[in-house]
T-cell receptor
């Protein structure tokens, strides 16, 4: 079974450039999550979607960050303009609806995008 | 105070040892408890998933949940060098929708 697929795996770019990270969730999963992981702060939830609708974006650090989910099989996280402090590993995760669409379903992670802003 | 507290380690043990990893939490609404394993340069991988209190065993791994003490544990028997990874506990409340709260992760090294 294909897991969560993220691209690119690595991204190195200069400060001020636009960065777009992509995610394909597991087929049939209706919740999608974007996380950022750093040594200092651990795993931080940025935003999550349910049935393609953003539910909670309170973790998005500032207006430079935006996320979209145009359909059930694709999501993007965009940073514009990028800054060196955005350097981190960004993970996408998805979870299935479970019985009756209940919450509490475990998430399945991709292997992340390692982002370096110079 | 963080909602979930986890000692970051590192924890170093000899091969064959029994490993005990722990998390404490403050939100009594947490009902779903998970352990993830994360190898270097990979995403977290779901290892154990339990609902409410009790024990769950899967091979060399046992997960325990004590809701009265707000304490969860992961035991690894006969630890192997391949178990060397970061282990993250995670929890979901029965009122928090789909939001998962993660611990900081404990780095484990199993020496051959």
């Amino acid at each position: 079974d294909a897991g969560v697929i993220q691209s690119p795996r690595h991204e190195v770019t200069e400060m001020g450039q636009e960065v777009t990270l992509r995610c394909k969730p597991i087929s049939g999963h209706n919740s999608l999550f974007w996380y950022r992981q750093t040594m200092m702060r651990g795993l931080e939830l940025l935003i999550y979607f349910n049935n393609n609708v953003p539910i909670d974006d309170s973790g998005m650090p500032e207006d430079r960050f935006s996320a979209k989910m145009p359909n059930a099989s694709f999501s993007t996280l965009k940073i514009q303009p990028s800054e060196p402090r955005d350097s981190a590993v960004y993970f996408c995760a998805s979870s299935d609806p479970g019985q009756g669409g209940s919450s509490g379903q475990p998430q399945h992670f991709g292997d992340g995008t390692r982002l370096s802003i110079l | 105070q963080k909602e979930v507290e986890q000692d970051p380690g590192p924890l170093s043990v000899p091969e064959g040892a029994i490993v005990s990893l722990n998390c404490t939490y403050s939100n009594s609404a947490f009902q779903y408890f998970m352990w993830y394993r994360q190898y270097s340069r990979k995403g977290p991988e779901l290892l154990m998933y339990t609902y409410s209190s009790g024990n769950k065993e899967d091979g060399r791994f046992t997960a325990q949940v004590d809701k009265s003490s707000k304490y969860i544990s992961l035991f690894i028997r006969d630890s192997q060098p391949s178990d060397s990874a970061t282990y993250l506990c995670a929890m979901i409340s029965n009122t928090g929708g789909f939001k998962t709260i993660f611990g900081a992760g404990t780095r484990l090294f199993v020496k051959a």
